[in-house]
T-cell receptor
Framework: EPEVTQTPSHQVTQMGQEVILRCVPI?????FYWYRQILGQKVEFLVS????????KSEIFDDQFSVERPDGSNFTLKIRSTKLEDSAMYFC???????????FGQGTRLTVV | KQEVTQIPAALSVPEGENLVLNCSFT??????LQWFRQDPGKGLTSLLL?????REQTSGRLNASLDKSSGRSTLYIAASQPGDSATYLC????????FGAGTRLTVKP
């Protein structure tokens, strides 16, 4: 069964460093998302991406964050200068069409020290 | 602003019981509602998607209903099993998905 794949599963980084989280969405899907879940809190929307551009973003997704689909298969989230409060589980999701069933990856646990 | 609430926060039942998880949302102008399962430290597994025009969806022992006008959805799990133990999340979609905090279910053998 097709699935969304995320790498790495766990990343530890020092405060101020740049990190890139990687996702391979399901191959025929067109809509891509990043969400995050701080430990013990709700899953929160970060950004949606369609047709090679951001379609929606939350107030969390500030200038420190960026997304890219560099090669038609990968979908990446970059955090330029990580802060302690960026520590969370980051989930990538994809959908075949707008407002259809969303499929999530297993997540990347980011720990900023 | 859409707020999603799930009750109860935690539930412990003996194996074999039928149970109902509740989800409520404040803005009824949604496109769909999706139920997920999350195992500890893991990702979200999609269980059921209900479009705004639908009243319910079924998959195996799971049945989800949607009453959009009252801002409520329920997830019914029949004949619960220890393997059903997980956190169950509901998420409503207008533009982005808004999640509830989840119900942590424990099914005891």
């Amino acid at each position: 069964e097709p699935e969304v794949t995320q790498t790495p599963s766990h990343q530890v980084t020092q405060m101020g460093q740049e990190v890139i989280l990687r996702c391979v969405p399901i191959s025929n899907h067109l809509y891509f998302y990043w969400y995050r879940q701080i430990l013990g809190q709700k899953v929160e929307f970060l950004v949606s991406f369609y047709n090679n551009e951001i379609s929606e973003k939350s107030e969390i997704f500030d200038d420190q964050f960026s997304v890219e689909r560099p090669d038609g298969s990968n979908f990446t989230l970059k955090i330029r200068s990580t802060k302690l409060e960026d520590s969370a589980m980051y989930f990538c999701a994809s959908e075949s069409g707008g407002n259809t069933e969303a499929f999530f990856g297993q997540g990347t646990r980011l720990t900023v020290v | 602003k859409q707020e999603v609430t799930q009750i109860p926060a935690a539930l412990s039942v003996p194996e074999g019981e039928n149970l109902v998880l509740n989800c409520s949302f404040t803005d009824s102008a949604i496109y769909n509602l999706q139920w997920f399962r999350q195992d500890p430290g893991k990702g979200l597994t999609s269980l059921l998607l209900i479009q705004s025009s639908q009243r319910e969806q079924t998959s195996g022992r799971l049945n989800a209903s949607l009453d959009k006008s009252s801002g409520r959805s329920t997830l019914y799990i029949a004949a619960s099993q220890p393997g059903d133990s997980a956190t169950y999340l509901c998420a409503v979609r207008k533009h982005d998905m808004r999640f509830g905090a989840g119900t942590r279910l424990t099914v005891k053998p």
